[in-house]
């Protein structure tokens, strides 16, 4: 037995600190990291928008929480709650759409896979549409895709901005071609969105693929992806029965995306908010030929004091003193 | 059009037709070696043997259609192409990927007088054309093609004919590379841009997003035999009955057909096949297309290229099942 193992096994068998962390895991104080598994205050886990401090890890979030961490306090004006979902196909496998339509939404307190509404994100007036994966892996059916058209309808007719996080395995089977459908509509929509020259910003988080980034994830003026979240068309499974071999590690995550060139940027969570109000307002229309004062805080100062700001401006990057 | 000589290709369900046809024409040579008249009784079985045909084709389960949907000799696009057109020119590439994609196909062909963009999903006509046309999945390369071809349409005020037949788009790890989703989303959204009238035929199989990748027109019209879906049924089963097994099962639930569609405002038209299929009669079935794309060209014609955005929007707009309940019962 070398040293290493020896240390390891008696991590392992220390019962006393396992058997309490589990407790305190399971009184909710403490939440485990699933990639480093690093222990946090849930609390502080929270206040860090679910990004593990230790290593950066974005734990799953759903939409109140999303909506909570991107709109301003007491500004969110929900939309269209009142469209629920219909059993159209009267499809069943091996439970009831009926039944896991009622099983879910009892679950969940969701009408449906998305969540939309009008609001102010850092003080921008925004259309905002928040897929939530708990709803039967956020899949899109006839709901999501109304809920998200009237989103944008609404958007083109206040011209306003308009952002979607998404967080779906695709269109929702059960409602067979109805689901597929939904991709043209809400295609049809973001078209005369960017007719009116009006801002679309998807944010891809895990998971988004199938037929949502077949559509909308992919129909961005500017898309962002949120770190290693995995996105793509088809599922990697049936890849790899296609090819008959192992994919790469990265293959669909949001980093092999931006390596080939299909979003703009990865945006840390706890970055979110702010690179969204950077970029709505640097879309905002420029009414006057004068220099405008811009919220931000460096937009017009001249460029000597802006160099004194950067120190980085024009200085050649020395490696050593990294 | 398939040569009518070669041996045709058997659907486990067309088994009791084959058997009969095969009575039939033994007896025949029996009466042949032996001249006797038994001429009557021909006839007899062979009345048999096309009630019988009319009786399996028209009872067909979703899942029996599928088979034909995918029958290898059931005409393809470029079969269509060539039957209908009095001049065609085939045109190839999306002038970015660096290749041409032979699983889609497009050009410019003469239509009733008149210069018409026509494309779609290119299944093979035999095994070897097959693998060289990846089965009819386009590549992201095959839907840039597709969009360049209808911009270019658009530009010279040529109506567009896509022709859809396809188990779906290529599930490949260069296909994700080159943006498989954008490609097919991009065209989804143009698609509602362009003002020329857009006729949409499902020839086959409409496989998903990589059907509605060149599927968003001003009118929807199948072929009795063909089948769209969300899913194809063999996924399906695996995903929500996690048994691939009960594939059959599933092509009954995702309802696939073209009278279903019909029923929830997805398809405007059914197209009627010959009995047996339109791999049985591929003239008649492209006779069948050429008139139905004719009398709907004319009829779109008369609108304005406003007129018929705004129609596409609205048509698409409405598709959805869904309750709106008042706030209090929430």
Same mark, same amino acid.
């Given at each position: 037995m070398s040293l290493f193992d020896w240390f390891a096994n008696r991590r392992k068998a220390s019962p006393i600190s396992q058997e309490r962390q589990e407790r305190d895991i399971a009184d909710g104080l403490w939440t485990k990291c699933e990639q480093c598994g690093v222990l946090a205050y849930t609390r502080d886990l929270r206040a860090n928008?679910?990004?593990?401090?230790?290593?950066?890890h974005h734990h799953r979030i759903f939409s109140e929480e999303r909506i909570y961490q991107l709109i301003?306090?007491?500004s969110w004006q929900p939309l269209d709650r009142q469209i629920m979902p219909q059993d159209p196909l009267r499809f069943r496998d091996r439970k009831t759409y009926h039944d896991r339509l009622r099983d879910t939404q009892t679950k969940?307190?969701?009408?449906?896979?998305v969540q939309t509404g009008l609001g102010q994100l850092s003080g921008e007036p925004v259309a905002l549409g928040v897929m939530d994966f708990r709803f039967m892996g956020g899949s899109m059916g006839s709901v999501v895709g109304e809920k998200l058209t009237r989103l944008i309808e609404r958007g083109t007719a206040d011209r306003l901005p308009v952002v979607i996080v998404c967080a779906s395995?695709?269109?929702? /089977? #059960?409602e067979g071609m109805l689901s597929l459908m939904q991709m043209a509509k809400i295609s049809a929509a973001l078209e005369r969105h960017r007719a009116a020259r009006l801002l679309y910003v998807p944010v891809l988080s895990h998971p988004t693929t199938g037929g949502v980034t077949a559509s909308f994830? /992919?129909?961005?003026d500017i898309i962002l992806a949120e770190p290693s979240a995995t996105i793509g068309f088809a599922g990697r499974r049936v890849v790899e029965q296609t090819l008959r071999e192992k994919l790469p590690?990265?293959? #669909?995550?949001a980093e092999f995306l931006l390596h080939h060139g299909f979003v703009d940027q990865i945006v840390p969570r706890t970055q979110l908010k702010s690179i969204l109000a950077q970029l709505i307002r640097l879309h905002r229309?420029?009414?006057?030929?004068k220099p405008v004062q811009s919220a931000?805080?460096?937009?017009?100062?001249p460029l000597r004091a802006r160099q004194a700001l950067r120190p980085s401006l024009f200085v050649p990057q020395d490696s050593s003193s990294a | 059009m398939a040569t009518t000589e070669r041996k045709p290709i058997l659907l486990d369900f067309e088994k009791p037709l084959a058997e009969l046809e095969a009575r039939i024409s033994q007896i025949r040579e029996l009466a042949e070696v032996n001249s006797v008249d038994v001429s009557d009784q021909i006839h007899q079985l062979e009345s048999r043997a096309q009630q019988l045909r009319q009786e399996i084709f028209t009872s067909l389960s979703p899942a029996q259609r599928i088979q034909v949907a995918r029958h290898p000799r059931r005409p393809s696009t470029l079969d269509y192409i060539q039957a209908i057109s009095e001049e065609w020119i085939e045109l190839h590439g999306d002038?970015?990927? %660096?290749k041409d994609d032979p699983a889609m196909v497009g050009g410019i062909a003469r239509f009733e007088g008149r210069p018409v963009v026509m494309l779609g999903h290119q299944k093979g006509r035999d095994t070897k054309d097959n693998v060289t046309r990846n089965? %009819?999945?386009?590549?992201p390369g095959g839907y840039r093609k597709a969009m360049r071809l209808m911009e270019h349409a658009d530009r010279f005020g040529m109506p567009i004919f896509t022709f859809i037949d396809t188990p779906g788009a290529w599930p490949g790890m260069e296909a994700e590379q080159m943006g498989q989703g954008e490609a097919i989303a991009y065209n989804l959204r143009e698609m509602f841009r362009l003002e020329v009238p857009i006729l949409c035929t499902v020839i086959g199989e409409g496989g998903s997003g990589g059907a509605l990748g060149v599927g968003v027109g001003d009118h929807l019209m199948m072929f009795e035999h063909s089948v769209y879906y969300v899913a194809s049924p063999e996924a399906c089963a695996a995903i929500l009955?996690?048994?691939?097994?009960?594939a059959n099962q599933a092509a009954e639930a995702l309802k696939i057909t073209a009278w279903d569609l019909k029923q929830v405002g997805i398809l405007d038209q059914l197209l009627p096949e010959p009995i047996g299929g339109a791999h049985a009669d591929p003239l008649m079935a492209a006779e069948t297309l050429q008139q139905a794309l004719s009398q709907n060209l004319a009829r779109l014609l008369q609108m304005s290229g406003d007129q018929r955005r705004d129609r596409r929007y609205e048509k698409f707009r409405q598709i959805g099942e869904f309750t709106e309940q008042t706030e209090a019962h929430i």
């Open positions: 928008q679910q990004v593990c401090p230790e290593c950066g301003d306090a007491d969940t307190h969701l009408s449906d896979a395995g695709g269109a929702r /089977m #059960q994830a /992919m129909l961005g590690e990265d293959f #669909q995550t229309p420029v009414t006057s030929l931000a805080d460096d937009a017009v100062e | 002038r970015r990927s %660096g089965f %009819g999945m386009a590549a009955w996690k048994d691939a097994a009960r």
